[in-house]
């Protein structure tokens, strides 16, 4: 019995490396080759050089326009958290604001004094923040209350943070 375990072990052994070396990996690195032949650098260079190849290099940079204008998204008014993330274009350059940061603001009980609330009243915020400013809102209140959602909407929209950067970060609050 022991030695036919080795010859099964043996089998399996050989059938795990003869399927190891299969071809797909080494089709993998033509592709990047094609793509830098049709790079043609010295173009660049002697565009500058040349004031009619620097006028056609202008229609170069026009066509890589787009890509800065695109940073900058539309957020609606009264968006919900997933939307103001959906507003966000890919490729926009991501910056990390820290938690603490991002929720000094919504500690400030000061803040929710105006919204009248009960003290049996909980509150659980999703803010998406812009540039300093509140973008999304996810606020839900237990018991149900619409008008203190409707309040803390408000106050929120009000709030300007400290940490402004081009970037979109969320932060989550119960209260």
Known sequence: MRGSFTTCLGCIAAFVFACGGS???????????????????????????????????DTKEGKTAPKPAAVEPTFKEGSSVDEAINAVPQGTPRVNVEQEALSKPLLDEALYKPCKMSPTQHVKLKV????GKAVGMD??????????????????SAITWKDKVKSLNTVEYEY
């Open 23 to 57: 071809t797909p990996p080494a089709d993998a690195p033509d592709p990047p080759m094609e793509q830098t032949k049709p790079e043609p650098k010295p173009e660049p260079k002697s565009e500058p050089s040349d004031e009619p190849k620097s006028d056609e290099g």
């Open 139 to 156: 606020i839900t209140a237990k018991p149900k209350n619409d008008k203190v959602v409707a309040c803390m909407k408000q106050q929120i």
């Open 128 to 131: 998406a923040i812009w540039d």
